[in-house]
């Protein structure tokens, strides 16, 4: 009898033809998702024109950054929503709902009138439409990392599941890159008028083929197995933190160890090399592109090498990396020059893409089948809004308290330490079997020898 831990996988069964289809179901609403959200940071100084009365400039960027903010707090809300449908219902039915929130969002938002056309009714259905875009990507990271590691192969899971966060940066990618377009072809009065609904209008349709791809697959092997075993969790939620509490914990520090990491890298570094260092914005920009086209590069990479050598070893180097040189690459990024920068901002991309290539396959593989989705989207979603979203924030606290540049280097190691503690608590995972005993358990009919 073969044991839990290593008893044939499902996913060995899926054809290849099946697997490229479910890779690309898996990662485009994570791609649609972030490229909605950079368009959106990137134009927000254009939407405090657009959505708020303008007799103080300041308070309608505040006002555009609150209702950004809104987005994050609505995250868990989605999660708990979408992670319980997700284990009740399937991975197929939450990754077409996610993604069709979002278009249809994403759709409202870009035809919305300003203020100066509906006035107090402009802010608001701006809310309304980030609230719904909130709560779609709430379900979206445990949704699709579910999906793309149920059906991912054992021996190659690392790679599979790394096309989750080549789809984000990619997105990130895709936006700065459209955003620039828009800055060169337009100038900036046209852009205030009406071309910045352009880069919203253009995610609509690329949301709509996401939703056809998602309603042709199947669902995964290992939910249909639940179902036919008739074990299927009719209370995820309250499983996850009665029976599952330590692997939610245990995924909470590496969520927090990856959103941290990738919020300062991705996002406030753009800030703090315009604000701190004095580069100027279009530099700052192209720093960022590079940086995630890296990680196009080194994610999918980082994946491959799991899959050889084990989660945990690829995992702690990362760890390690954060920690030790943060404040190195910070010190060098204080020295201003071209050469200095790069390298610096280069060094921090590096070891944010072997996070992001490993962190979901991680967590995906220490939950049983019957909670995972709900585990995943709750812990995600939580660690992204209490510390992710408020870490730009943090950061620049603490310059302006300390006057010390190299204080995100500092931080940066404090979160590095947070990975090194989540990742000694982990069991090894490389090729373990994703239904677990507790999947089986409850089964009401005779349970197959190859899943005993």
């Not at 708020?52 to 209702?67: C, D, I, K, M």
Request: with cysteine; charged share 15%.
């Amino acid at each position: 009898m073969t044991t839990p831990q290593h008893r044939p996988e499902l996913s060995e069964l899926v054809d290849k033809k099946s697997l490229r289809k479910s890779v690309v179901a898996g990662s485009i609403g994570v791609l649609v998702h972030w490229f909605d959200w950079a368009v959106y940071a990137y134009l927000a100084s254009t939407l405090a024109e657009v959505f708020f009365p303008q007799e103080n400039a300041t308070a309608g960027l505040l006002s555009t950054f609150a209702v950004f903010a809104v987005s994050f707090l609505v995250r868990p809300l989605g999660a708990v929503i979408f992670g319980n449908l997700g284990d009740r219902l399937g991975r197929k039915q939450t990754l077409s709902i996610v993604i069709l929130a979002m278009a249809i969002a994403t759709l409202v938002l870009g035809l919305l009138p300003g203020y100066d056309s509906i006035g107090v009714f402009a802010p608001i259905l701006l809310v309304v439409t980030r609230i719904v875009q909130g709560l779609a990507a709430g379900g979206e990271f445990g949704s699709a990392a579910a999906f793309l590691g149920e059906f991912s192969p054992a021996k190659r899971r690392g790679f599979g599941v790394s096309w989750l966060e080549f789809g984000s940066l990619l997105g990130f990618l895709l936006a700065s890159f459209v955003v620039y377009l828009l800055n060169v072809a337009f100038d900036e009065s046209e852009i205030i008028e009406w071309a910045w609904r352009i880069p919203f209008l253009i995610t609509v349709p690329l949301g709509f083929i996401g939703l056809y791809i998602r309603r042709k697959i199947e669902d995964t092997p290992e939910f249909e197995q639940l179902q036919e075993l008739e074990t299927v969790s009719h209370a995820p939620v309250k499983e996850v933190f009665q029976r599952n509490w330590k692997q939610f914990l245990q995924t909470c520090g590496m969520e927090t160890f990856m959103n941290v990491t990738f919020y300062v890298v991705l996002v406030y570094l753009l800030t703090y090399q315009e604000v701190y260092i004095g580069f100027d914005a279009g530099r700052a920009a192209l720093l960022s592109s590079l940086a995630s086209g890296l990680g196009l590069i080194i994610v999918p990479l980082a994946g491959i090498l799991s899959d050889k050598i084990g989660r945990k070893p690829v995992l702690m180097t990362a760890a390690i990396a954060l920690t030790v040189l943060s404040v190195p690459l910070f010190m060098l990024m204080g020295r201003g020059d071209s050469v200095s920068v790069f390298l610096s901002t280069l060094g921090l991309a590096l070891i944010l893409s072997i996070i992001l290539g490993t962190h979901a396959v991680t967590v995906v593989e220490i939950f049983p089948t019957r909670t995972r989705q709900t585990g995943l989207s709750i812990a995600y979603a939580v660690t992204a809004a209490l510390f992710a979203g408020t870490a730009p924030y943090v950061l620049t606290w603490l310059l302006d308290t300390t006057g010390n540049l190299v204080s995100p280097g500092i931080f940066l190691g404090v979160v590095g330490v947070i990975g090194i503690v989540t990742v000694l608590t982990l069991p090894e995972t490389r090729g373990v079997a994703l239904l677990k005993p507790q999947d089986l358990e409850t089964a009401t009919v005779e349970i197959p020898d190859a899943l005993k």
